[in-house]
Nanobody, 128 residues
Framework: QVQLVESGGDSVQDGGSLRLSCAAS????????MAWFRQAPGAEREGVAV????????YYAGSVKGRFTISQDNAKNTVYLQMTNLKPEDTAMYYC?????????????????????WGQGTQVTVSS
C-alpha cells in the first residue's frame, strides 16, 4: 500500500522560504510521476510542480516558475519542494501526489485524476 506523508509547512513572512518534503512508502517498481498540488480555501486544487522519478523531467505552474524547485532523493524515497520568495498568494494546503507506473509526466500533469495516491497535506501560510 502506497503512502505519502508531507511535512515542512509553516507560517512565514512575505519573501521567505520553505522546503516541503514528501516521504513515499510502498512503491515497488516503475517510473512514476510525483507532484505537488495546492489548494487555497474556496479554490480548486492546482498543480504546482511535477517530477518524473527518473529525475530528468520537471514541470512547473507559471505562477511558481523561477521561485519553486521540485527535486527528489530516490535513496530516501522523498520528493521535495523548495519554495523561495514566497508571496501571500502562495498560502494554501500543499499536497503531495503520486501516480502508478507511467511512461511520461508532462502532458496533462495538472489533472488531479491522473494521480492515484495523495498525502494528507501540509499548510503553508505567507503573511504580508
Amino acid at each position: 500500500q502506497v503512502q505519502l506523508v508531507e511535512s515542512g509547512g509553516d507560517s512565514v513572512q512575505d519573501g521567505g522560504s520553505l522546503r516541503l518534503s514528501c516521504a513515499a512508502s510502498g512503491y515497488t517498481y516503475g517510473h512514476r510521476c510525483m507532484a505537488w498540488f495546492r489548494q487555497a480555501p474556496g479554490a480548486e486544487r492546482e498543480g504546482v510542480a511535477v517530477i518524473g522519478t527518473g529525475g530528468s523531467s520537471t514541470y512547473y505552474a507559471g505562477s511558481v516558475k523561477g521561485r519553486f524547485t521540485i527535486s527528489q532523493d530516490n535513496a530516501k524515497n522523498t520528493v521535495y519542494l523548495q519554495m523561495t520568495n514566497l508571496k501571500p498568494e502562495d498560502t494554501a494546503m500543499y499536497y503531495c501526489a503520486g501516480t502508478s507506473p507511467r511512461f511520461s509526466c508532462g502532458s496533462g500533469w495538472t489533472t488531479t485524476s491522473r494521480y492515484d495516491y495523495w498525502g494528507q497535506g501540509t499548510q503553508v501560510t505567507v503573511s504580508s
